[in-house]
């Protein structure tokens, strides 16, 4: 009998790399995806589990892109990780619209296209497992990085909806919000030499580690990272949006080199 089948976007590093590192341990094939090249490497290295690995480099924040994806999956998925996300540092205002349009692209638009698509088949077939990446971001309002905080909140409150409306249809949504994470997300984003940034420790593996248990499970959500992160998403239920913001603030400002 075939191995299941899994799907993992945004799979060349980080949190990504390491749930593709998760499916394949536990004996799932993968299909995993990136924009960049660095999938092919990715994928060589998922393939040492001994499972099949199919990598495909597509853009997910195109029309095009998604649909590259989803015909290249060999066959019907039992899971899948919609991780591919970009972020943004700076105000609104001071930062380019196009990377901000960009980042919607990305982080919004792409994540419902692929999940629509991922979804109907699974609800067609009585059977399926979706986790979407969020954010602990989701629940704060997000100077400094305010589209990247707004689309992460998009995804949460998707995932959660989601995981409603296919309750008992066999398929579970699950959504895995991390807390800054030790991986290239801050470099990338141009946060480097903010709090945010150097308070980024927690490793990608056991976070995506804590997300793949709770998709296993069927969990609507999972608070992915430390104990501090944890007790951070409680506290967050709890602040005003107005304290949230101007804490968030203080921590995507670049501090000055010691």
Request: proline share 5%; glycine share 10%.
């Amino acid at each position: 009998m075939a191995r299941p089948l899994a799907l993992v976007t945004g799979a060349s590093r980080g949190i990504g790399l390491e749930l593709a590192h998760q499916f394949a341990r536990h004996g799932h094939d993968l299909v995993v995806n990136a924009e960049d090249t660095a999938i092919d490497d990715a994928a060589k290295a998922l393939r040492e589990h001994g499972v099949e690995v199919l990598a495909v480099q597509a853009d997910l924040g195109t029309e095009a892109g998604v649909a590259q994806l989803a015909g290249a999956v060999p066959r019907p998925l039992d899971a899948a990780a919609l991780n591919a996300g970009v972020g943004l540092g700076g105000t609104f205002l001071d930062s380019p619209v196009a990377e901000q349009l960009r980042l919607v692209d990305v982080d919004v638009r792409g994540v419902v296209h692929l999940a629509h698509l991922v979804l109907s088949d699974m609800r067609a077939r009585g059977r399926g497992k979706l986790l979407l990446t969020s954010s602990i971001a989701s629940t704060m309002p997000g100077p400094g990085q305010p589209v990247y905080n707004a689309a992460k909140s998009f995804v949460q409150s998707l995932a959660e909806a989601l995981a409603d409306e296919l309750r008992g249809t066999g398929v579970t949504v699950t959504s895995l919000m991390p807390g800054p994470t030790n991986t290239d997300f801050f470099r990338r984003a141009g946060l480097e030499g903010t709090l945010i940034a150097r308070s980024a420790v927690d490793d990608p593996a056991k976070v995506a580690a804590q997300g793949y248990a709770a998709l296993e499970k069927g969990r609507t959500t999972v608070v992915g990272g430390s104990p501090m992160v944890k007790a951070q998403a409680l506290v967050n239920g709890l602040l005003p949006d107005q304290v949230k913001a101007a804490a968030h603030r203080v921590f995507t400002t670049t501090l000055p080199r010691s």
